[in-house]
């Protein structure tokens, strides 16, 4: 039988008091809810190392000169050695022994900066490896320590944001991730979580502009590749339809 008016809205009370309670999508009657906290799509996405490299020798800044400290001078032969053995280490992988050698430079001079950016880096490089191994509070304590060596870095700022993302400290995630790419807009993990985190919260506007910066920057990257049609595939679809926002959901009807 054909319900009356009365019925009808009674029943479109009920959908939308259902879409609340269990915070999932409903479809009936023209009625589409979504949950404020919606899964990631497709897969977790892979943190790579900071993209940034190490200072070569000819890259130091404020190198002894006529005017510098005299234990500035004398130290810098002793600096320019461990600095050396520092990249030479790092590049093959042995992160702990190349810290080793960029504390032990940074010991010999703390005012040289090439230093104190190798020394960063690297304790980021050994951040990123707790990370991917779920050590998650180790990887944020890690990058802590560097961010303290060298505030500002854009690798070492992403890396901050990913552990507390890992962590779930969702807030925390997204002021270090939007710092990372003031310091370096070419961070590519920190537009894909910026992106995840943009769509969990069903901010479709802002996941597509961040999934699409991180497609530019890699075409042959699949996983962004299908964020970012999905986002777009639900933005058409939720086209149309009107909103209503209340604390802990979101609901839509035609």
Not at 106 to 114: I, K, N, P, V
Not at 220 to 238: C, G, I, K, N
Request: glycine share 8%.
């Amino acid at each position: 039988p054909k319900l009356r008016k009365s019925d009808a809205m009674a029943t479109r009370r009920f959908l939308i008091f259902l879409a609340v309670a269990l915070g999932v999508t409903v479809t009936a009657a023209g009625l589409m809810a979504a949950g404020s906290h919606r899964p990631a799509i497709v897969a977790p996405i892979h943190l790579p190392p900071p993209v940034a490299g190490l200072s070569e020798r000819a890259a130091f800044i404020g190198a002894a000169g006529p005017d510098a400290p005299p234990a500035a001078a004398a130290a810098r032969p002793a600096v320019l050695r461990l600095n050396d053995e520092g990249v030479t280490l790092y590049e093959t992988g042995q992160f702990s022994d190349a810290l080793a050698k960029f504390e032990q430079a940074m010991a010999a001079d703390g005012t040289d900066r090439a230093s104190r950016r190798n020394l960063a880096l690297t304790k980021a490089q050994v951040a990123w490896g707790y990370l991917e191994d779920g050590g998650y509070a180790d990887a944020l304590r890690t990058f802590a320590e560097a961010d303290l060596v060298q505030p500002g870095e854009g690798g070492v700022l992403q890396g901050l944001g990913a552990a507390h993302y890992k962590l779930g400290n969702v807030a925390q995630a997204e002021v270090f991730l939007e710092r990372a790419l003031d310091a370096d807009p070419n961070l590519a993990t920190a537009l894909k979580l910026l992106g995840e985190i943009a769509y969990r919260r069903d901010d479709l506007e802002d996941a597509g502009a961040y999934f699409a910066s991180a497609f530019r920057l890699d075409p042959s990257d699949a996983v962004v590749r299908d964020r970012l049609e999905r986002v777009w595939a639900e933005a058409r679809a939720q086209a149309g339809f009107r909103t209503l926002e209340g604390r802990h959901f979101t609901v839509r009807f035609e």
